[in-house]
């Protein structure tokens, strides 16, 4: 029998080994986000990226563009290609289901104190971070830093606790100032994303989804939602693309599942005002005296 202190740094050398995959993949795929190029081609590369580098897409690629936050993924066959987008590109990569989750804002708009706000934010609330600290502490230099640029954290956002085959666990990390927070602990897996905006600072659900996970398995009669059900396997509870999934009767079957329970959307989040939103987010283990970020 392996003992639990190998189990366990066995456990964190694949949390380390998915955020070492995650960087590479974003540094590269960072550069191919420019006005002209197809969203779809930059999903493909890193999707596809993240697994000759030994590791899994955690969820589809998120490309979220301008007012959208995040939950934005191209669909098959997507001809969209960027404009003067603020570009939101989130990435997430897993090693048997332990995940890297990490994003960044690169802007084709002209707006460079919106993505610092952002990503100073970040960097502040990891400064802070160590075994002991409450989750209120991070969600206050969240907001103190971005409000520093005359902007706002999108409040109704958080960063989050990350598990096996789960992208979101408590606790959640807030972006504003709280009440009452939770404190971290030595060996916490944390993912940390402020989202900073010049609009309202709140999101709400848009009317499209492209992103769906699993929520209940359940029987279905349809025979095309039977056998997607079956595709969906593979990803346990973890977010899949609808451009990922085989189907003559896709719409239908996707429908069906989701009025038996059995499938979750994640509609794109988007701005309330319509604001310009920036986003920087970095997967970070909670050590005695700080963090080590897995996704550097
Ligand atoms: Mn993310
Ligand atoms: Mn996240």
């Known amino acids: 029998m392996k003992d639990k202190l190998q189990e366990i740094e066995e456990i964190i050398g694949k949390y380390v080994t998915a955020g070492k995959i995650l960087s590479q993949v974003r540094d590269e ?27 899994q897409p955690a969820f589809p690629c ?38 890297a989750d990490a994003a960044l804002t690169i ?12 990503e100073d934010a970040l960097y502040a609330a990891i400064d802070v971070i160590k075994s002991g600290v409450d989750t209120k502490e991070i969600g206050a230099v969240i907001e103190d830093t971005i409000t520093g640029y005359g902007l706002k954290p999108v409040s109704n956002l958080t960063g989050h606790g990350l598990a096996q085959y789960f992208t979101h666990t408590p606790p959640g990390i807030p972006n504003k100032h709280i009440e009452h927070g939770v404190i971290l602990n030595k060996g916490d897996i944390i993912a940390i994303e402020p989202f900073a905006t010049d609009g309202f600072g709140k999101i709400a659900d848009g009317s499209w989804a492209e992103i769906y996970h699993t929520v209940a398995r359940k029987p279905v009669r349809l025979p095309a ?18 451009r990922w999934l085989e189907s003559d009767k896709l719409d239908f079957a996707l429908i069906q599942l989701e009025r038996a329970g059995v499938i979750m959307s994640y509609p794109v989040l988007k701005e309330v005002e319509g604001g310009l939103i920036s986003q920087a987010e970095h997967t970070v283990i909670v050590t005695d005296d700080g963090c080590d970020i897995t996704t550097k």
């Open 225 to 242: 939602a039977r056998k997607l059900m079956k595709q969906m396997e593979q990803y346990k509870t973890l977010p899949f693309a609808k």
């Open 107 to 118: 802007d084709l708009s002209g707006n460079p104190d919106l993505v610092k706000a952002s």
């Open 62 to 99: 998120n490309i979220s563009r301008n007012d959208e936050a995040a939950h934005a993924t191209p669909s098959a066959g997507d001809e969209t290609v960027f404009g003067k987008d603020m570009v939101k590109l989130d990435i997430g990569v897993h090693i048997d289901g332990y995940i």
């Open 29 to 55: 795929a960072k550069d191919k986000i420019k006005i002209g190029a197809r969203l779809l081609d930059v999903a493909e590369f890193v999707e596809q990226r993240s697994i000759e580098l030994g590791g």
